[in-house]
């Protein structure tokens, strides 16, 4: 009797845990479309913990850090974060870690701590690589893509949201299913980059495979419903954008947290603003800003008060338009968002021009440039020190390489007799002859396939017609060497190169130019590459110089880029009053 009470126990205890993973698999998507429901169901499974397995608990950790974003409760979200991870390591289930950190670096990225969100982020995407771990690696170049829409980097975000696309069909191959974003997300994250760019029309196809998607229930469907409103107004299409924002609004009941409804309030509030409905985007931003009056949401409050300065903008109030303004920039400043300061700022040189104070509007322009340069240097920093960490941390697993192999070594050395170790040393030292002989005959092989010029010509020709056949951006810098000494060239191509990224180029393309190809680079973002390398250049360089740049148009070839970019040298060089230079060959 006692055996078989035993054995209806241990099924039932099996049924239990089988039917409680399963229920833990539907959460993961519901958590962004349906936050409320997925609220209930955690905290049903949380009143029957003990029956869970550390590996459930540790996942009904997890989905309880995504619903705490998903409600707009970043800081919440933060702390749970970092108590998932010590509880995750309690349990030894080192695996669940990284995920806990990218929820951590979300939280931190709504909060506008970038500086936070990236170390966080990379640490996240090295061990992904490491156990090939897709889950973990969608989650984290997903939000390291949004990171990168934020600063305005979009051929990387681009690149991210694609290899992201890429990847998402391994997700749910995975024997355990922990966190993963909704594909209808990441093609919403895609159309965010392309209508950032003013890519209205690829703007619209994304949204419309975002709502095709299964995932584009509830919540979701909400969001990319104000997006295609956006959008479709920004193309023309009145009409269809006031359908799909009362689409949108007609579903905001799904939208339970204060903190996300006042950022939908705000978002239906804008959009009336485009549509001149200045009526009703006062209502709507009244509701938001009801809302945020209860909430301690700084950086949404920053948004809110650039909001409200539009629509006094809008009513003819510029006076009222500059104190939102202002507040806004102050509470920007207070909580160090140098990015939010540079946009006040250059919303405050509009109005001021509206104003007819011509010399405060270029003052305000001014200062923003300084807040975006500071917030550029900052992200830089925190990139350099990651890399540097990530040397560090490659360094020492060398170190511990090397040991591990020389301990190995010397217990292989203890057991070998002495027939076997003159053996050994036998084989060595012919390996050694056969090396040095391979090596006193192989160089003159090997300058058979050295990097040449017309090798460089054809990289770089293909490397124009794939960017011009996917419509991607590609730059070119053109750097005169004619007052570079010869032998401080390798140094100061090594110099060019610590300072460019990992799919730049740099060719040699005659005795007296280098050029640098920069893929995936519009000419606004080689301009900056061109204000970082012309110091460098000049410390090598005997006289004052200037370096040349083009971005890619259709009909371009090479030559003719390389052409535009000598002009292009030439007219800085007489805007900067440098030394007339001779036109390169």
């Given at each position: 009797?006692?055996?078989?009470?035993?054995?209806?126990g241990?099924?039932?205890?099996?049924?239990s845990?089988?039917?409680?993973?399963?229920?833990?698999e539907s959460l993961?998507?519901?958590?962004?479309?349906?936050?409320?429901?997925?609220?209930?169901?955690?905290?049903?499974i949380?009143?029957?913990?003990?029956?869970?397995?550390?590996?459930?608990?540790i996942?009904?950790?997890?989905?309880?850090?995504?619903?705490?974003?998903q409600?707009?409760?970043?800081?919440?979200?933060?702390?749970?974060?970092?108590?998932?991870?010590?509880?995750?390591?309690?349990?030894?289930?080192?695996?669940?870690?990284?995920?806990f950190?990218?929820?951590?670096?979300?939280?931190?990225?709504?909060?506008?701590?970038?500086?936070?969100?990236?170390?966080?982020?990379?640490?996240?995407?090295?061990?992904?690589?490491?156990?090939?771990?897709?889950?973990?690696?969608?989650?984290?170049i997903r939000?390291?893509?949004?990171?990168?829409?934020?600063?305005?980097?979009?051929?990387?975000?681009?690149?991210?949201?694609?290899?992201?696309?890429?990847?998402?069909?391994?997700?749910?191959?995975?024997?355990?299913?922990?966190?993963y974003?909704?594909?209808?997300?990441?093609?919403?994250?895609?159309?965010?980059?392309?209508?950032?760019?003013e890519?209205?029309?690829?703007?619209a196809h994304?949204?419309?495979?975002?709502?095709?998607?299964?995932?584009?229930?509830g919540?979701?469907?909400?969001?990319?419903?104000?997006?295609?409103?956006?959008?479709s107004?920004e193309?023309?299409?009145?009409?269809?954008?006031?359908?799909?924002?009362?689409?949108?609004?007609?579903?905001?009941?799904l939208?339970?947290?204060?903190?996300?409804r006042?950022?939908?309030?705000?978002?239906?509030s804008?959009?009336?603003?485009?549509?001149?409905?200045?009526a009703?985007?006062?209502?709507?931003?009244?509701?938001?800003?009801e809302?945020?009056?209860?909430?301690?949401?700084?950086?949404?409050?920053?948004?809110n008060?650039?909001?409200?300065?539009?629509i006094?903008?809008?009513?003819?109030?510029?006076?009222g338009?500059?104190?939102?303004?202002?507040?806004?920039?102050?509470?920007?400043?207070?909580?160090s968002?140098?990015?939010?300061?540079?946009?006040?700022?250059?919303?405050?040189?509009?109005?001021?021009f509206?104003?007819q104070?011509?010399?405060?509007?270029?003052?305000?322009?001014?200062?923003?440039?300084?807040?975006?340069?500071?917030?550029q240097?900052?992200?830089?920093?925190?990139?350099?020190?990651?890399?540097k960490?990530?040397?560090?941390l490659q360094?020492q697993?060398?170190?511990?390489?090397?040991?591990?192999?020389?301990?190995?070594?010397?217990?292989?050395?203890?057991?070998l007799?002495?027939?076997?170790m003159?053996?050994?040393?036998?084989?060595?030292?012919?390996?050694?002859?056969?090396?040095?002989?391979?090596?006193?005959?192989?160089p003159?092989?090997?300058?058979?396939?050295?990097?040449?010029?017309?090798?460089?010509?054809?990289?770089?020709?293909?490397?124009?017609e794939?960017?011009?056949?996917?419509?991607?951006?590609?730059?070119?810098?053109?750097?005169?060497?004619?007052?570079?000494?010869?032998?401080l060239?390798?140094?100061?191509?090594?110099?060019?190169?610590h300072?460019?990224?990992?799919?730049?180029?740099?060719?040699?393309?005659s005795?007296?130019?280098l050029?640098?190809?920069?893929?995936?680079?519009?000419?606004e973002?080689?301009?900056?590459?061109l204000?970082?390398?012309?110091?460098?250049?000049n410390?090598?360089s005997t006289?004052?110089?200037?370096i040349?740049?083009?971005?890619?148009?259709?009909?371009?070839?090479?030559?003719?880029?390389?052409?535009?970019?000598?002009?292009q040298?030439?007219?800085?060089?007489?805007?900067?009053?440098?030394?007339?230079?001779?036109?390169?060959?």
């Amino acid at each position: 009797m006692d055996f078989r009470c035993w054995l209806l126990g241990a099924v039932f205890y099996l049924c239990s845990a089988l039917t409680h993973a399963a229920e833990l698999e539907s959460l993961v998507l519901k958590v962004y479309q349906y936050p409320k429901q997925a609220a209930a169901s955690i905290a049903q499974i949380e009143q029957q913990a003990a029956q869970l397995s550390d590996t459930d608990q540790i996942r009904l950790e997890l989905l309880r850090c995504q619903l705490l974003i998903q409600q707009g409760d970043n800081k919440a979200a933060v702390a749970s974060a970092r108590q998932g991870q010590l509880t995750a390591i309690n349990r030894k289930l080192d695996i669940a870690v990284p995920y806990f950190s990218v929820c951590q670096a979300e939280a931190y990225q709504n909060l506008g701590m970038l500086d936070r969100a990236l170390p966080l982020l990379d640490n996240a995407s090295i061990e992904a690589k490491r156990r090939n771990d897709y889950q973990l690696l969608v989650s984290a170049i997903r939000i390291r893509a949004q990171l990168e829409i934020a600063t305005s980097n979009y051929a990387a975000a681009v690149e991210d949201l694609r290899l992201v696309m890429d990847m998402y069909p391994d997700v749910a191959q995975q024997n355990i299913i922990w966190a993963y974003p909704p594909l209808a997300y990441i093609y919403a994250d895609m159309a965010s980059v392309l209508e950032a760019t003013e890519d209205y029309a690829q703007a619209a196809h994304y949204l419309k495979l975002a709502l095709a998607d299964d995932s584009a229930q509830g919540k979701i469907k909400h969001v990319i419903y104000l997006m295609q409103s956006y959008v479709s107004i920004e193309q023309g299409d009145v009409s269809l954008g006031k359908k799909q924002l009362n689409d949108a609004i007609a579903m905001i009941d799904l939208v339970l947290s204060d903190t996300e409804r006042a950022i939908s309030y705000m978002q239906i509030s804008a959009i009336y603003l485009m549509l001149d409905d200045v009526a009703s985007a006062v209502h709507y931003n009244n509701l938001g800003s009801e809302l945020l009056s209860k909430l301690a949401l700084d950086t949404t409050l920053i948004n809110n008060s650039r909001l409200q300065a539009k629509i006094a903008f809008k009513q003819g109030d510029l006076d009222g338009a500059l104190a939102s303004i202002e507040q806004s920039i102050q509470l920007a400043e207070s909580l160090s968002q140098p990015f939010d300061i540079a946009i006040g700022q250059q919303l405050k040189a509009h109005v001021l021009f509206e104003q007819q104070h011509y010399a405060a509007a270029y003052q305000a322009l001014q200062l923003a440039m300084t807040a975006y340069k500071e917030g550029q240097q900052h992200l830089s920093n925190t990139q350099f020190m990651q890399y540097k960490a990530k040397l560090s941390l490659q360094e020492q697993q060398q170190s511990k390489n090397q040991l591990e192999v020389k301990e190995s070594s010397l217990l292989v050395e203890k057991r070998l007799n002495r027939a076997h170790m003159i053996i050994y040393l036998l084989l060595v030292i012919i390996a050694m002859l056969l090396l040095w002989i391979m090596l006193k005959r192989y160089p003159w092989q090997t300058t058979k396939h050295k990097p040449t010029a017309e090798n460089d010509e054809k990289w770089a020709e293909a490397t124009i017609e794939n960017a011009k056949g996917a419509g991607l951006p590609l730059s070119l810098l053109v750097i005169n060497i004619n007052h570079v000494q010869q032998t401080l060239l390798p140094q100061l191509q090594d110099e060019l190169t610590h300072r460019l990224r990992e799919q730049d180029k740099i060719l040699r393309n005659s005795l007296d130019k280098l050029l640098i190809v920069l893929p995936y680079t519009s000419e606004e973002g080689a301009m900056r590459v061109l204000r970082q390398l012309e110091p460098v250049v000049n410390q090598f360089s005997t006289l004052p110089t200037s370096i040349g740049c083009a971005e890619l148009r259709q009909p371009d070839s090479l030559q003719s880029l390389i052409k535009r970019a000598q002009f292009q040298q030439l007219s800085r060089a007489k805007e900067r009053g440098l030394p007339a230079q001779p036109p390169l060959a």
